[in-house]
Nanobody, 124 residues
Framework: VHQAESEGGLVQPGGSLRLSCTASGYSDRTYCMGWFRQAPGKEREGVALIDSSGPPDYADSVEGRAAISKDNGKTTVYLQINNLKPEDTAMYYC???????????????????WGQGTQVTISS
């Protein structure tokens, strides 16, 4: 199983960005996927989670500005962040829990399959 993220890029502060992640080898009906980011000199941070069992979860740093969603019938997950700030600058990664089963727990620490990442830079 693997994931491939769309390209990030350079965005001005206050702007919006939508990233996509297409996963292969996963079930469309049972899934646990998430977005993470890592800024230079900082630890990797979980940004948002989506799974087939419950509501999405967001980090405090993006709460109210971000939305994670998934295409029905596909294993493509999107992350949109609005009102982007310079501190959103980071390498963004898509990840999935390939062992997730119905009724299971989807958490940031359960991810075992990762995309290569895409750079997002917020700057004027």
């Amino acid at each position: 199983v693997h994931q491939a993220e769309s390209e990030g890029g350079l965005v001005q502060p206050g702007g919006s960005l939508r990233l996509s992640c297409t996963a292969s080898g996963y079930s469309d009906r049972t899934y646990c996927m998430g977005w993470f980011r890592q800024a230079p000199g900082k630890e990797r941070e979980g940004v948002a989670l989506i799974d087939s069992s419950g509501p999405p979860d967001y980090a405090d740093s993006v709460e109210g500005r971000a939305a994670i969603s998934k295409d029905n019938g596909k294993t493509t997950v999107y992350l949109q962040i609005n009102n982007l700030k310079p501190e959103d600058t980071a390498m963004y990664y898509c990840a999935a829990d390939s062992f997730f089963r119905p009724g299971g727990f989807c958490g940031y620490y359960g991810m075992d399959s990762w995309g290569q990442g895409t750079q997002v830079t917020i700057s004027s």
